[in-house]
């Protein structure tokens, strides 16, 4: 199956370069022109990864709690480590940095864990609300089933987790049942509010990126897209989830009347964004882990 990802990876990677190769006249022009947008989409983007660094350490033991300057790089180096491999190989990296600063890796392991399930969780409700705000019957039964879904894990969590924990004590493994047990939990209130203004964030990006290309996109489309793109990163089969974050962008780019040479030079401009706001929290030295 590696192997098979890895011809997957290869031909994306080739695919993106023709596109670019293809099209390099229109989008280099498109580009020069949204120099201010891209720089705007950066500084967001930059926000985001703060928000989502401070998300994730609400979510460890208080003792063992680095500082939000310090578990910020570190979101950000375990996310181009996500750029080697697939399935998001930066959230070993992650474990084995706050191994060094004195967070054992069950402690990251079952904070990692709450992170997505509460994202996961909220992205159900952000997604049911944006397609309900959409107003259309189309809308309405998948809008429903999202509400619905969202409502039954929110009540039903007590009874999955115990179902959950007799599975994997049924098969001789109690204690990793405990740490599943541990980790499927809802979040308090501040920390959902906290999770919430990822999609926050991320919609001000999309909602900035296709206004500025001239898309005439609502406040709830750009909610229920970013709400979308989070559930494929956590699934990535990619390294960095590339090629399916492009398709969807340009996709939604499509479907929002832009022109073909537009919406993918969008797509693209979200991916340099990113890895420009990434690469410079990276850079930024921060010493040692301290708690605050």
Same mark, same amino acid.
């Given at each position: 199956?590696?192997?098979? /990802?890895?011809?997957?990876?290869?031909?994306?990677?080739?695919?993106?370069?023709?596109?670019?190769?293809?099209?390099?006249?229109?989008?280099?022009?498109?580009? /020069?022109?949204?120099?201010?947008?891209?720089?705007?989409?950066?500084?967001?983007? +930059?926000?985001?990864?703060?928000?989502?660094?401070?998300?994730?350490?609400?979510?460890?033991?208080?003792?063992?709690?680095?500082?939000?300057?310090?578990?910020?790089?570190?979101?950000?180096?375990?996310?181009?480590?996500?750029?080697?491999?697939? +399935?998001?190989?930066?959230?070993?990296?992650?474990?084995?940095?706050?191994?060094?600063?004195?967070?054992?890796?069950?402690?990251?392991?079952?904070?990692?864990?709450?992170?997505?399930?509460?994202?996961?969780?909220?992205?159900?409700?952000?997604?049911?609300?944006?397609?309900?705000?959409?107003?259309?019957?189309?809308?309405? @039964?998948?809008?429903?089933?999202?509400?619905?879904?969202?409502?039954?894990?929110?009540?039903?969590?007590?009874?999955?987790?115990?179902?959950?924990? /007799?599975?994997?004590?049924?098969?001789?493994?109690?204690?990793?049942?405990?740490?599943?047990?541990?980790?499927?939990?809802?979040?308090?209130?501040?920390?959902?509010?906290?999770?919430?203004?990822?999609?926050?964030?991320?919609?001000?990006?999309?909602?900035?990126?296709?206004?500025?290309?001239?898309?005439?996109?609502?406040?709830?489309?750009?909610?229920?897209?970013?709400?979308?793109?989070?559930?494929?990163?956590?699934?990535?089969?990619?390294?960095?989830?590339?090629?399916? @974050?492009?398709?969807?962008?340009?996709?939604?780019?499509?479907?929002?009347?832009?022109?073909?040479?537009?919406?993918?030079?969008?797509?693209?401009?979200?991916?340099?964004?990113?890895?420009?706001?990434?690469?410079?929290?990276?850079?930024?030295?921060?010493?040692?882990?301290?708690?605050t």
């Amino acid at each position: 199956m590696s192997r098979w /990802r890895s011809v997957a990876y290869a031909a994306l990677l080739a695919v993106a370069a023709l596109l670019i190769a293809w099209r390099w006249t229109e989008l280099s022009d498109i580009w /020069r022109n949204h120099g201010l947008t891209f720089v705007v989409i950066t500084i967001l983007m +930059f926000v985001g990864t703060v928000v989502q660094a401070r998300n994730f350490r609400s979510f460890l033991p208080l003792p063992n709690r680095p500082s939000l300057a310090f578990m910020t790089r570190i979101w950000a180096l375990a996310t181009l480590a996500n750029y080697l491999g697939p +399935f998001q190989p930066g959230l070993a990296v992650r474990v084995a940095m706050l191994a060094r600063a004195g967070v054992s890796a069950v402690e990251s392991s079952i904070a990692t864990a709450r992170h997505v399930f509460a994202s996961l969780w909220l992205s159900l409700f952000v997604a049911g609300v944006s397609l309900l705000a959409l107003s259309t019957v189309t809308a309405m @039964l998948p809008a429903c089933g999202l509400l619905l879904l969202f409502v039954s894990v929110s009540l039903g969590l007590p009874t999955l987790r115990r179902l959950v924990g /007799r599975v994997f004590a049924g098969r001789g493994a109690a204690g990793i049942g405990a740490h599943v047990e541990k980790a499927m939990t809802l979040p308090t209130l501040p920390v959902a509010l906290g999770v919430m203004s990822q999609f926050v964030v991320s919609a001000a990006v999309f909602y900035v990126g296709y206004r500025q290309f001239g898309a005439e996109i609502t406040v709830a489309s750009a909610f229920g897209l970013a709400s979308v793109l989070y559930a494929t990163s956590v699934v990535a089969v990619v390294p960095g989830n590339f090629g399916m @974050l492009e398709a969807l962008l340009t996709l939604f780019g499509r479907a929002n009347d832009l022109p073909v040479d537009q919406a993918l030079a969008l797509a693209f401009l979200f991916r340099g964004a990113n890895l420009t706001s990434t690469m410079l929290l990276a850079a930024i030295p921060i010493s040692g882990g301290a708690r605050t």
